[in-house]
């Protein structure tokens, strides 16, 4: 089972990342056009969808990953349980919140502002929270 969840969380992380900045660039390119379709909506809707996903298998493998509760060494165990647990959270969070508030804005065009600026900001944080495979100590993988 910890296999399982490992290579979803990886490979998935793919998937969340590019739905993400897809969903900026789209953001950005249509704020000019002054329009918010239902297409601008999913995958808005789909990027923040993948990124709960995300948390949630990441959530079961803090539990069962020799990374998560059960690593031994410290800087390992600091990094998944503080740093990348809860950047991940809180970015998940800032996702819902902007994602919420372009949908309550009225304008297409604060819409899409809201996207931006709340969609970066997390993307930001789920950037500096992975463990990239150049972090040598922490032992992560490209896929």
């Given at each position: 089972?910890?296999e399982?969840?490992k290579h979803?969380?990886?490979?998935?992380?793919?998937?969340s990342l590019?739905?993400?900045?897809?969903?900026?660039?789209?953001?950005?390119?249509?704020?000019?056009?002054?329009e918010?379709?239902?297409?601008?909506k999913?995958?808005?809707?789909?990027?923040?969808?993948?990124m709960?996903?995300?948390?949630?298998?990441g959530?079961g493998l803090?539990?069962?990953s020799?990374?998560?509760?059960a690593?031994t060494?410290?800087d390992?165990?600091?990094?998944?349980?503080?740093?990348?647990?809860?950047?991940?959270?809180?970015?998940t969070?800032?996702?819902?919140?902007g994602r919420?508030?372009?949908?309550?804005?009225v304008?297409?065009i604060?819409k899409?502002?809201?996207?931006?600026?709340?969609y970066t900001?997390?993307?930001?944080?789920?950037?500096?929270?992975?463990?990239?495979?150049?972090?040598?100590s922490?032992g992560?993988?490209?896929?």
């Open positions: 089972m910890y399982i969840l979803a969380h990886s490979g998935l992380r793919w998937v590019i739905l993400i900045i897809a969903a900026i660039f789209n953001a950005v390119s249509s704020k000019r056009k002054g918010y379709t239902p297409k601008h999913k995958l808005n809707l789909f990027a923040m969808m993948f709960h996903i995300q948390v949630l298998i959530l803090f539990f069962i020799p990374k998560g509760m690593a060494d410290p390992i165990k600091r990094f998944f349980m503080m740093e990348h647990l809860t950047m991940m959270v809180i970015a969070i800032i996702l819902t919140i919420k508030k372009a949908e309550k804005a304008a297409p604060v899409h502002k809201k996207i931006i600026v709340w900001i997390a993307l930001i944080l789920i950037i500096a929270s992975i463990p990239w495979p150049f972090r040598t922490l992560g993988q490209w896929f």
